[in-house]
T-cell receptor, first 114, second 111 residues
Framework: NAGVTQTPKFRILKIGQSMTLQCTQD?????MYWYRQDPGMGLKLIYY???????DKGEVPNGYNVSRSTTEDFPLRLELAAPSQTSVYFC?????????????FGSGTQLSVL | GDSVTQMEGPVTLSEEAFLTINCTYT??????LFWYVQYPGEGLQLLLK?????DKGSNKGFEATYRKETTSFHLEKGSVQVSDSAVYFC??????????FGAGTRLAVHP
């Protein structure tokens, strides 16, 4: 019952460093998403993917890149970390694109950029 | 654009108290509405949902009714337990790339 797995759980970066947040799901879902949650705010969509090889921008994509080479994996890349990217990051997946379909979430990555 | 507004927390209650967490939304069309819950150290998980007007979603003693006339989806529970302590998120979804969340409401239940 792994579901959606994110690594790492916590990370501290220095300004200008780069890193990749890993996300993998074992439910064979086509749809995958990256969200960020800033303190006191709702989750905002960074990028999403509708299947292997297909990605698109969400609401707040600047400073991030994604790839989707397999159905299972959807890594999020930060190339030049900035303090504004300090946030909690959630990966999610869903089986369909229907509006009433629920999302399955990972447990999150807490990232601090100092 | 679409948006979700939910009451600010934290909400602090004694065990067995009645819970209401208010949620209102703005959307074009007829979105599906959700409550997600995040327990400490875990990811968000679906608590309940409603897909059309007057639908009532329910799970684990929690209920919420899709009120189109007041654009609301308030979460209620008659008797909360310490184990209900968590952050609750109201959300709407009108497309696969359009899941809009509220800011979350932290609930703390004391024995």
């Amino acid at each position: 019952n792994a579901g959606v797995t994110q690594t790492p759980k916590f990370r501290i970066l220095k300004i200008g460093q780069s890193m990749t947040l890993q996300c993998t799901q074992d439910m064979n879902h086509n749809y995958m998403y990256w969200y960020r949650q800033d303190p006191g705010m709702g989750l905002k969509l960074i990028y999403y993917s509708v299947g292997a090889g297909i990605t698109d921008k969400g609401e707040v994509p600047n400073g991030y890149n994604v790839s989707r080479s397999t159905t299972e994996d959807f890594p999020l890349r930060l190339e030049l970390a900035a303090p504004s990217q300090t946030s909690v990051y959630f990966c999610a997946s869903s089986a369909t694109a229907q509006a009433n379909e629920k999302l399955f979430f990972g447990s999150g990555t807490q990232l601090s950029v100092l | 654009g679409d948006s979700v507004t939910q009451m600010e927390g934290p909400v602090t209650l004694s065990e067995e108290a009645f819970l209401t967490i208010n949620c209102t939304y703005t959307a074009t069309g007829y979105p599906s509405l959700f409550w997600y819950v995040q327990y400490p150290g875990e990811g968000l998980q679906l608590l309940l949902k409603a897909t059309k007007a007057d639908d009532k979603g329910s799970n684990k003693g929690f209920e919420a009714t899709y009120r189109k006339e007041t654009t609301s989806f308030h979460l209620e529970k008659g008797s909360v337990q310490v184990s209900d302590s968590a952050v609750y998120f109201c959300a709407l979804r009108s497309g696969y790339n359009k899941l809009i969340f509220g800011a979350g409401t932290r609930l703390a239940v004391h024995p």
